[in-house]
């Protein structure tokens, strides 16, 4: 009869300050303080970001009414006035306006017409706002590390048929006994005896509430001994709605993904898609039906047995004539709840492990405070499934990744998602599934970069220019030929690079050699700008990884963590303004006061025009260049990228940004072995794939804000034979 199982975990943290050693009349001063607090499970709390509002997003009225309801928002009308989780709508025929209220009271104004947002204010007086967002959620808390989902309640909140459900099956006596049954423990104990083993344990409410929190689940009649006192103890200090109460708040009900499910209100929005206040008979019960064995009595796993026990709860509940005769057969015949998805529950744990990395750079405790982070539940399950789906994919169709599986060798993957404009990150996938690797590739795995580094490369060449020639453009000639790199102290080393498909072109344009990968053209511009420039231009675009002064760095043999890679590009993107990017938007204490407060403060550190010149070139990549087959996945959207795969075919990666978006993928084995993957082949799919869900909600003719020092230009080349369009110098 107790919640018991996963929920042990905790107690373990515990336990050895508490109660290791046993005294009746000396309690651990751990388990006295909360006594005192009445505080059993403090824990630091995450939330993802609401729904962001910028102009120049689609989204049409009928869209914006469901998605405030969903966010439990009140709808109001003109003659009302807005308070807290208030919306306005005002229609014309012309355009809508939204206005609403977050629960901190700042009002947001939203102005769409044609089903684009045209503009944004914030605040009152109202002030130009770069974007509006609704209420943040509450998606995650941890307790040492431990990942939880809780939606803590009052006693005043919970449905009484839910307080009746858990009382009849679990503890009928609750309202009686000081906190130890013992004609309860007499039951189990003759039961035990009659089926020769443990049948049944006789714990009450309140015992079950001390064995989940303070004790291991050593099973010694010294802990039962502890428990039975520290039982009573609690009963004696704490009122039954303060025991019930926060028993219903920490109680294991199951998994979602690599979270915890602690509690009935976690529960009833995992379970049922739906705030425990609204739970009818039935639900209450199935709750209540869960907390014995929460893995046997999965409404969706163990469908059968779960409605088994819940018709048990109910059985409970009329024998108590806490129901009616009627109630019973009514609630008896209700149909089970339908799967619920709840998004992103096996990555959102790798954007937590960021979150934390980041507050000890800021040094700021994280253990017990409020994080409100840029995760976008919508775009972290966006860059979940595409990435599991692209290694599902690359699995099946490549024979050597299919071997490498069923010996248990499983291909990874990391896609990372920035918002150019703010340099806020709106999804981190560090791994497949969190609960099967910890693991945060993202954040803590080196590789080598390959093809990233050459508009690293050519980048160099605009800004610096070579030996000889001050003024590259897009369509400086470059010669795809045999090379030879003779360097060292007198030249006693040499380093030729071979076309990845073995072949030399002659004569090429600069923009050419780029978006198509040849290393040869890219390692004589590297040689023709100087290392030192190119590593110092890295630097400025966000690597910050050492990067050795050596030949084959031109070509990626340089090792760096993927989330260096989403830095650098989004500088890229931004036409070299850096934005260090943040996981935060803000940290409050336990007393709701700001430790840390984002603001977006870009640095312009690499020339605007000849960034901007870069980024036209790279937009060839995904035209007609190495990454086009995105265009065959279904994304239509401007961009601009470069595709990247190591020399020894470790890694695939694909950097690709929109003017919106920056979003970078990489696949690779944590062992280090042959993927038999190109970044086209393996990388691309996955970020076209995610890519087309981000950018839905914008135009596909909303191109770069190309700066005035540019200009647009068609060219034709007679050594490629393509006309093309790309950005020059004026």
């Given at each position: 009869?107790?919640?018991?199982?996963?929920?042990?975990?905790?107690?373990?943290?515990?336990?050895?300050?508490?109660?290791?050693?046993?005294?009746?009349?000396?309690?651990?001063?751990?388990?006295?303080?909360?006594?005192?607090?009445?505080?059993?499970?403090?824990?630091?709390?995450?939330?993802?970001?609401?729904?962001?509002?910028?102009?120049?997003?689609?989204?049409?009225?009928?869209?914006?009414?469901?998605?405030?309801?969903?966010?439990?928002?009140?709808?109001?009308?003109?003659?009302?006035?807005?308070?807290?989780?208030?919306?306005?709508?005002?229609?014309?025929?012309?355009?809508?306006?939204?206005?609403?209220?977050?629960?901190?009271?700042?009002?947001f104004?939203?102005?769409?017409?044609?089903?684009?947002?045209?503009?944004?204010?914030?605040?009152e007086?109202?002030?130009?706002?770069?974007?509006?967002?609704?209420?943040?959620?509450?998606?995650?808390?941890?307790r040492?590390?431990?990942?939880?989902?809780?939606?803590?309640?009052?006693?005043?909140?919970?449905?009484?048929?839910?307080?009746?459900?858990?009382?009849?099956?679990?503890?009928?006596?609750?309202?009686?006994?000081?906190?130890?049954?013992?004609?309860?423990?007499?039951?189990?104990?003759?039961?035990?005896?009659?089926?020769?083993?443990k049948?049944q344990?006789?714990?009450?409410?309140?015992?079950?509430?001390?064995?989940?929190?303070?004790?291991?689940?050593?099973?010694?009649?010294?802990?039962?001994?502890?428990?039975?006192?520290?039982?009573?103890?609690?009963e004696?200090?704490?009122?039954?709605?303060?025991?019930?109460?926060?028993?219903?708040?920490?109680?294991?009900?199951?998994?979602?993904?690599?979270?915890?499910?602690?509690?009935?209100?976690?529960?009833?929005?995992?379970?049922?898609g739906?705030?425990?206040?609204n739970?009818?008979?039935?639900?209450?019960?199935?709750?209540?039906?869960?907390?014995?064995?929460?893995?046997?009595?999965?409404?969706?796993?163990?469908?059968?047995?779960?409605?088994l026990?819940?018709?048990?709860?109910?059985?409970?509940?009329?024998?108590?004539?806490?129901?009616?005769?009627?109630?019973?057969?009514?609630?008896?015949?209700?149909?089970?709840?339908?799967?619920?998805?709840?998004?992103?529950?096996?990555?959102?744990?790798?954007?937590?492990?960021?979150?934390?990395?980041?507050?000890r750079?800021?040094?700021?405790?994280?253990?017990?405070?409020?994080?409100?982070?840029?995760?976008?539940l919508?775009?972290?399950?966006?860059?979940?499934?595409?990435?599991?789906?692209?290694?599902?994919?690359?699995?099946?169709?490549?024979?050597?990744?299919?071997?490498q599986?069923?010996?248990?060798?499983?291909?990874?993957?990391?896609?990372?998602t920035?918002?150019n404009?703010t340099?806020?990150?709106?999804?981190?996938?560090?791994?497949?599934?969190?609960?099967?690797t910890?693991?945060?590739?993202?954040?803590?795995?080196?590789?080598q970069?390959?093809?990233l580094v050459?508009?690293?490369?050519?980048?160099?060449?605009?800004?610096?220019?070579?030996?000889?020639?001050?003024?590259?453009?897009?369509?400086?000639?470059?010669?795809d030929?045999?090379?030879?790199?003779?360097?060292?102290?007198?030249?006693?080393?040499?380093?030729?690079?071979?076309?990845?498909?073995?072949?030399?072109?002659?004569?090429?344009?600069?923009?050419?050699?780029?978006?198509?990968?040849?290393?040869?053209?890219?390692?004589?511009?590297?040689?023709?700008?100087?290392?030192?420039?190119?590593?110092?231009?890295?630097?400025?675009l966000?690597?910050?990884?050492?990067?050795?002064?050596?030949?084959?760095?031109?070509?990626?043999?340089?090792?760096?963590?993927?989330?260096?890679?989403?830095?650098?590009?989004?500088?890229?993107?931004?036409f070299?303004?850096?934005?260090?990017?943040?996981?935060?938007?803000?940290?409050?204490?336990?007393?709701?006061?700001?430790?840390?407060?984002?603001?977006?403060?870009?640095?312009?550190?690499?020339?605007?025009?000849?960034?901007a010149?870069?980024?036209?070139?790279?937009?060839?990549?995904?035209?007609?260049?190495?990454?086009?087959?995105?265009?065959?996945?279904?994304?239509?959207?401007?961009?601009?990228?470069?595709?990247?795969?190591?020399?020894?075919?470790n890694d695939?990666?694909?950097?690709?940004?929109?003017?919106?978006?920056?979003?970078?993928?990489?696949?690779?084995?944590?062992?280090?072995?042959?993927?038999?993957?190109?970044?086209?082949?393996?990388?691309?799919p996955?970020?076209?794939?995610?890519?087309?869900?981000?950018?839905?909600?914008?135009?596909?003719?909303?191109?770069?804000?190309?700066?005035?020092?540019?200009?647009?230009?068609?060219?034709?080349?007679?050594?490629?034979?393509?006309?093309?369009?790309?950005i020059?110098?004026?």
């Amino acid at each position: 009869m107790s919640g018991q199982g996963k929920a042990n975990s905790i107690a373990e943290t515990n336990s050895s300050s508490s109660v290791s050693s046993f005294n009746p009349f000396t309690l651990g001063d751990e388990f006295q303080n909360t006594l005192n607090s009445k505080a059993i499970l403090t824990t630091t709390k995450y939330f993802a970001s609401g729904r962001i509002f910028k102009v120049g997003q689609k989204i049409n009225l009928t869209e914006l009414k469901n998605l405030f309801q969903k966010a439990n928002y009140r709808e109001r009308t003109v003659e009302q006035n807005l308070t807290s989780n208030d919306v306005l709508f005002l229609a014309t025929p012309t355009e809508n306006t939204i206005r609403w209220k977050n629960s901190d009271q700042i009002l947001f104004q939203t102005i769409t017409k044609d089903d684009v947002i045209t503009e944004i204010t914030s605040g009152e007086p109202a002030t130009p706002a770069l974007f509006a967002e609704t209420n943040p959620i509450l998606i995650a808390q941890y307790r040492n590390n431990e990942p939880l989902m809780q939606d803590e309640k009052k006693i005043a909140d919970i449905p009484i048929q839910c307080l009746n459900a858990v009382i009849a099956i679990e503890d009928n006596d609750f309202l009686d006994h000081s906190g130890v049954s013992y004609s309860g423990l007499a039951r189990a104990f003759i039961k035990n005896i009659i089926k020769m083993r443990k049948a049944q344990g006789g714990s009450t409410i309140t015992q079950q509430l001390i064995k989940n929190y303070f004790l291991t689940p050593e099973k010694t009649l010294t802990r039962k001994a502890k428990e039975l006192y520290m039982a009573t103890k609690l009963e004696s200090e704490w009122t039954k709605d303060e025991i019930l109460q926060t028993y219903l708040n920490i109680i294991y009900m199951g998994q979602s993904g690599a979270f915890q499910i602690r509690g009935f209100g976690a529960a009833s929005q995992s379970y049922f898609g739906k705030p425990l206040e609204n739970l009818n008979l039935p639900e209450c019960a199935l709750l209540a039906a869960i907390i014995n064995n929460p893995g046997m009595n999965h409404p969706w796993k163990k469908t059968e047995k779960s409605q088994l026990r819940r018709n048990l709860v109910l059985t409970k509940m009329k024998e108590l004539n806490l129901i009616s005769d009627k109630e019973f057969i009514s609630a008896e015949k209700f149909p089970m709840p339908a799967v619920i998805e709840n998004k992103a529950t096996e990555t959102a744990p790798y954007f937590f492990d960021a979150v934390r990395a980041q507050a000890r750079e800021l040094n700021i405790d994280v253990d017990g405070n409020s994080f409100y982070t840029s995760l976008d539940l919508d775009a972290q399950d966006s860059a979940q499934k595409s990435l599991q789906n692209g290694i599902k994919v690359s699995t099946e169709n490549k024979t050597k990744l299919k071997a490498q599986k069923e010996k248990g060798v499983n291909l990874q993957g990391v896609v990372m998602t920035a918002d150019n404009q703010t340099g806020l990150v709106s999804a981190f996938v560090g791994g497949q599934n969190y609960k099967q690797t910890q693991f945060n590739r993202a954040l803590n795995s080196q590789r080598q970069i390959g093809s990233l580094v050459k508009p690293i490369v050519y980048l160099s060449g605009l800004l610096f220019g070579f030996k000889d020639d001050k003024k590259i453009t897009p369509v400086t000639t470059l010669t795809d030929q045999y090379f030879e790199w003779r360097y060292d102290t007198n030249d006693k080393k040499k380093w030729a690079p071979e076309n990845y498909d073995k072949k030399f072109r002659g004569e090429v344009p600069y923009y050419f050699a780029l978006k198509e990968s040849i290393n040869s053209p890219t390692a004589q511009v590297a040689y023709l700008v100087g290392l030192e420039h190119i590593i110092d231009t890295a630097h400025l675009l966000g690597l910050t990884s050492k990067i050795e002064s050596a030949p084959a760095i031109s070509l990626g043999a340089s090792t760096h963590y993927p989330f260096e890679i989403l830095q650098a590009y989004t500088t890229i993107a931004n036409f070299g303004r850096f934005q260090k990017l943040s996981f935060i938007k803000k940290i409050q204490n336990s007393n709701n006061e700001n430790l840390f407060q984002f603001e977006s403060k870009p640095e312009q550190k690499i020339d605007l025009t000849k960034s901007a010149v870069l980024v036209g070139m790279m937009k060839e990549t995904l035209n007609s260049g190495t990454a086009k087959s995105a265009k065959i996945y279904g994304f239509k959207n401007p961009a601009a990228g470069k595709t990247g795969t190591t020399s020894n075919g470790n890694d695939a990666w694909f950097a690709g940004f929109t003017p919106q978006l920056t979003t970078v993928v990489w696949l690779g084995f944590d062992q280090n072995l042959a993927t038999h993957l190109t970044g086209a082949s393996g990388a691309v799919p996955i970020w076209a794939e995610h890519m087309k869900k981000m950018t839905a909600i914008y135009s596909a003719d909303d191109d770069f804000k190309w700066p005035d020092t540019t200009e647009k230009k068609i060219v034709e080349s007679e050594n490629v034979k393509e006309k093309v369009e790309l950005i020059f110098e004026k």
